[in-house]
């Protein structure tokens, strides 16, 4: 199977970047445009019902994300990369090293989900599990996540954009699957470079939540707390997230 992706670059690092829960392989903002596509070649690709894969089948889990990123990979005759994931893929390029650690030069987290579970209850819980048919929902997920500092018509327009571009189905069976999977174990102890971005008003992936998984579970991981930005760095302090994404993705 031929999968669809986007490229940025033609740099000899080559870098595979996963989206969240919410977006695509084109909702990362502004930040693409400040990409150093000498040095990096960047591909991105869509989950299953997600973008322009909206229509592909699928179980819709994060093992069938890892198994068609590396399928990609072979695609692309990348026989290693660097992994960046945002929040929901986070924990998809987790789930690839696991599968194919040798292959990985350098993993990046993006206010992201860790390996362990992440468990949701009450409040929280209903919020989130209602978010596949009530789109006010969503926008609250949004507004929470930013730390309610974000304009209304960002929270609309973002809102409106998860609504059209991920099938329904796929978005339920996708939070399913990173709120209750559980494979920490097997990331415990990997050692390679691995950097860990939060956003100082994130209200749910929180530095503690950091410090308490990834920090734990990758003994060369290192944590920035990102200064004027929520979950969405990539929108809302794009200059300076890519500037320090990429400072990090040439060290030697």
Known sequence: MTISHRIIGTGEHRVIVLHDWFGTSAGWGPFLDHLDGEAFSYAFL???GYGRRADVPGDFTLAEIAGDTLDLADQLGWESFSLVGHSMGGKAVQRIL???PHRVRRLVGIAPVPASAYPLEGEAYDLFHGAADNPANRRAILDLVTGHRAPAAWLERMTAQSLALSHRD????YLDDWTTLDFAAKVTGIRL???VYVGEHDLALTPEVMRATWLTHYP???????PNS???PMY???LAFA???ESFLREP
């Open 98 to 100: 696991v599968e194919a």
């Open 230 to 232: 929520g979950h969405y």
């Open 46 to 48: 869509d989950y299953r």
């Open 220 to 226: 060369e991981a290192t944590l920035e707390v990102l």
């Open 170 to 173: 796929a978005f339920a069976a």
């Open 236 to 238: 809302e302090i794009p």
């Open 243 to 245: 500037t320090t994404l």
């Open 193 to 195: 470079p691995v950097k």
